[in-house]
């Protein structure tokens, strides 16, 4: 089945540092990829997708790359801020178990100033 | 802009007690779908439904009924809790076409004790 693997937390930075959290996956079919954030007490929120091998998704100086060499989806930010303090999960889904999507554990992520 | 509504946002319950999670989107939104989240676990879905009339269990249904009268709201039942169903509980809505980029509510907070 699909499954997906992300670091574990937390993940304790300096404002401006450099942030990356890896993630790697399971599939049967052919997935897309995801990132999505939970800020304090609230829902999840899509953060970036990438439907296909090499495409790069983007938002708010996130970025990801779909690696299908290496089953791979790593978020990064080259300078975080304190109200990106969150916890990020990664997904995917795949149309071969009906588009449904299966989630990372989650990585929490603690921005100090 | 409601988005998806999920009420309570706590709720202590006794073993055995039963109880209803409700959740509505106003999107006309005709994917919705329940999750639980348990630390380290990410979201895990619980019951899904395609349309109204129409519902299907995920990957942890046991324990918790669903029904999808109309096309807005879409209940989660607990019949007879237990303490392994402590967990924070997110309801999430999505159009067909594209079911995995989903909106999610923010979240029912269930203690059993």
């Known amino acids: 089945g699909n499954s997906v693997t992300q670091m574990e937390g937390p993940v304790t930075l300096s404002e401006e540092a450099f942030l990356t959290i890896n993630c790697t996956y399971t599939?049967?079919?052919?997935?897309?990829l995801f990132w999505y954030v939970q800020y304090p007490g609230e829902g999840l929120q899509l953060l970036l997708k990438?439907?296909?091998?090499?495409d790069k998704g983007s938002n708010k100086g996130f970025e990801a790359t779909y690696r299908k060499e290496t089953t791979s989806f790593h978020l990064e930010k080259g300078s975080v801020q304190v109200s990106d303090s969150a916890v990020y999960f990664c997904?995917?889904?795949?149309?071969?178990?009906?588009?449904?999507?299966?989630f990372g554990g989650g990585t929490r992520v603690l921005v100090k100033p | 802009n409601a988005g998806v509504t999920q009420t309570p946002k706590f709720q202590v319950l006794k073993t055995g007690q039963s109880m209803t999670l409700q959740c509505a989107q106003d999107?006309?939104?005709?994917?919705m779908s329940w999750y639980r989240q348990d630390p380290g676990m990410g979201l895990r879905l619980i019951h899904y439904?395609?349309?109204?009339?129409?519902?299907d269990q995920g990957e942890v249904p046991n324990g918790y009924n669903v029904s999808r009268s109309t096309t807005e709201d879409f209940p989660l039942r607990l019949l007879s809790a237990a303490p392994s169903q402590t967990s924070v509980y997110f309801c999430?809505?999505?159009?067909?076409?594209?079911?995995?980029?989903?909106?999610f509510g923010q979240g029912t907070r269930l203690t059993v004790v």
């Open positions: 997904a995917l889904s795949d149309q071969a178990a009906g588009n449904k999507l299966t």
């Open positions: 999430a809505s999505s159009s067909i076409q594209e079911i995995a980029e989903a909106f």
């Open positions: 990438a439907t296909k091998a090499d």
């Open positions: 999107m006309n939104h005709e994917y």
């Open positions: 439904s395609v349309g109204a009339g129409i519902t």
């Open positions: 599939a049967t079919g052919y997935p897309s």
